[in-house]
């Protein structure tokens, strides 16, 4: 995790003016788009990750300055995404780029079309393993995972309790969308779920640790949410 935070400090320096106070939040960006093409996504002006974002691939946790920063995301196969991300000084949050249904066709009631969207997941704290489960998928219904017969409601977290940490299969209609590896560390996770709407599921689990300021940057000073 240092060597991530230490590149995201690296790639971010360039923006900060001269003589600016260095004040720091920290970001995850997760590709929850089921495709065989990469995200290709800029931040504050600078192209991201210059080979894009795979499906089911995060950036992992780096550093940024705090404040308004502008977020352009492009697809081959869907609209692009502008929008505006506020970074607050010492919090930790998850982005996760995903797919939203514009309109679904009466007759079958299935999606006339979907669109690129992000949605910020704050970090918690939990002191043991612990994960909460985030649906992108609508009218979705129940889920099979963790031993438990679960019902998700579109963009609402659900926190999962008696988790010990061990693998699991995530199975939605009888059909097995994905599984969590084993040995998951002692850690705050979330348990992302999205789709295509055509078929297609992507599911990753993402730490979810606040994140601290590491000592060899000086500021120890931000540290929570």
């Known amino acids: 995790m240092k060597n991530l935070i230490e590149l995201g400090v690296i790639w971010m320096m360039a923006l900060m003016p001269a003589g600016a106070e260095e004040r720091y939040g920290f970001l995850n960006i997760v590709n929850l788009v089921p495709s065989r ?7 504050a002006g600078k192209e991201l990750v210059p080979s894009g974002l795979k499906p089911s691939v995060e950036t992992g946790w780096f550093m940024i300055p705090a404040g308004l920063a502008e977020m352009k995301v492009k697809h081959p196969e869907y609209h692009r995404l502008r929008t505006e991300i506020t970074i607050t000084e010492g919090a930790s949050q998850i982005i996760l780029i995903a797919l939203e249904p514009m309109g679904f066709d009466p007759t079958n009631g299935i999606p006339a079309a ?38 998700l409601e579109y963009l609402k977290p659900k926190a999962m309790t008696d988790w010990t940490g061990r693998g699991f299969e995530i199975n939605h209609q009888g059909k097995k969308i994905g599984a969590v590896s084993q040995s998951r560390e002692r850690a705050s996770h979330y348990l992302l779920l999205g789709t295509d709407y055509s078929g297609k599921f992507l599911v990753r689990m993402v730490n979810a640790d606040i994140q601290t300021l590491p000592a060899w940057s000086g500021n120890q000073g931000a540290d929570s949410d």
């Open 37 to 43: 093409h990469a995200l290709d996504i800029h931040l």
């Open 114 to 151: 979907c669109r690129l969207r992000t949605v910020p997941l704050p970090a918690y704290a939990s002191g043991g393993h612990a994960f909460k489960a985030v649906s992108m998928i609508r009218n979705a219904g129940q889920f099979q995972f963790a031993g438990k017969q679960v019902e």
